[in-house]
């Protein structure tokens, strides 16, 4: 069974930082690209990171570009989001999932229950 366990939300200062995790488990992760998404109760959700099996190459929204940092463990099977210069309108639910390339769209149809991340000073 494919499962998602995202951590490392909270409540951030604009401008601050946040590292969010995600444990994933019911699939051979080390063959998956895998990405980070967001959803707010306004807006559908969207991708905003997405990293190949293999660790590169990278991709990011534009919105996150040059303040987000994807990676991944393949031995423990997570992969992680740093967020730096955080502005309000990162506020919203991150979720991870692996990710079809090409396709920008989730390759599982489970989710886990995201990590909520809150910027306000």
């Known amino acids: 069974q494919v499962q998602f366990v995202e951590s490392g939300g909270g409540l951030a200062q604009p401008g601050g930082s946040l590292k969010l995790a995600c444990s994933a488990s019911?699939?051979?992760?080390?063959?998956?690209?895998m990405g980070w998404w967001r959803q707010t109760p306004t807006k559908e959700r969207e991708l905003v990171a997405r990293v190949r099996s293999t660790g590169s190459p990278i991709d990011y929204a534009d919105s996150v570009k040059g303040r987000f940092t994807i990676s991944r463990d393949n031995i423990k099977d997570t992969v992680y989001l740093q967020l730096n210069r955080l502005k309000a309108d990162d506020t919203a639910v991150y979720y991870c999932?692996?990710?079809?390339?090409?396709?920008?769209?989730?390759?599982?149809?489970?989710w886990g229950p995201g990590t909520q991340v809150t910027v306000s000073s």
């Open positions: 999932n692996a990710v079809d390339f090409v396709h920008s769209t989730p390759v599982f149809g489970s």
């Open positions: 019911g699939f051979t992760f080390n063959v998956y690209a």
